[in-house]
């Protein structure tokens, strides 16, 4: 199953309907992302918006943030998913290493993620892919 991963450059149709089908696949409680805002995350400056094609279809999608801080230029990928229908097959991989080759085309020396232990088949990709668990506390402030 060759997967191709590109960059999304516009809001289509397509891309706004994948959206709305993969990210009920990750976060139950998100509410649905409007073209605006899907907008503002492809256009933005801080933020690449991958999806992955397998024959043609969007079966997966992760938002890429870089952004310059007194210490560097941080990189940290979130809102990764792949479609239930498409895991397995090493789309997850493809978009990881996309986003991973553009954080360092854009000076990033390191890149962040999180992933709840509960995903363990995530996290023994993230382990293939040589992310490592780092030793630090996660906060969270609002709800």
Same mark, same amino acid.
């Given at each position: 199953?060759?997967?191709?991963? &590109?960059?999304?450059?516009?809001? %289509?149709?397509?891309?706004?309907?994948?959206?709305?089908?993969?990210?009920?696949?990750?976060?139950?409680?998100?509410?649905?992302?409007?073209?605006? &805002?899907?907008?503002?995350?492809?256009?933005?400056?801080? %933020?690449?918006?991958?999806?992955?094609?397998?024959?043609?279809?969007?079966?997966?999608?992760?938002?890429?943030?870089?952004?310059?801080?007194?210490?560097?230029?941080?990189?940290?990928?979130?809102?990764?998913?792949?479609? &239930?229908?498409?895991?397995?097959?090493?789309?997850?991989?493809?978009?990881n290493e996309a986003a991973i080759?553009?954080?360092?085309?854009?000076?990033?020396?390191?890149?962040?993620?999180?992933? *709840?232990?509960?995903? &363990?088949?995530?996290?023994?990709?993230?382990?293939?892919?040589?992310?490592?668990?780092?030793?630090?506390?996660?906060? *969270?402030?609002?709800?």
């Amino acid at each position: 199953m060759p997967v191709e991963v &590109e960059i999304a450059r516009s809001v %289509t149709p397509e891309l706004l309907d994948a959206v709305h089908r993969l990210i009920p696949q990750l976060s139950k409680s998100a509410p649905p992302v409007t073209s605006d &805002e899907l907008a503002e995350i492809v256009v933005g400056p801080a %933020t690449i918006f991958f999806v992955a094609r397998v024959d043609g279809a969007i079966a997966g999608c992760l938002t890429l943030a870089v952004f310059r801080l007194p210490t560097g230029v941080r990189a940290w990928i979130e809102d990764v998913v792949v479609d &239930e229908a498409a895991r397995g097959h090493g789309v997850g991989a493809a978009l990881n290493e996309a986003a991973i080759a553009s954080a360092a085309e854009r000076g990033a020396r390191t890149v962040d993620l999180t992933s *709840r232990p509960s995903r &363990e088949a995530a996290n023994r990709l993230y382990q293939r892919l040589g992310f490592v668990p780092r030793e630090t506390n996660v906060y *969270r402030y609002g709800g």
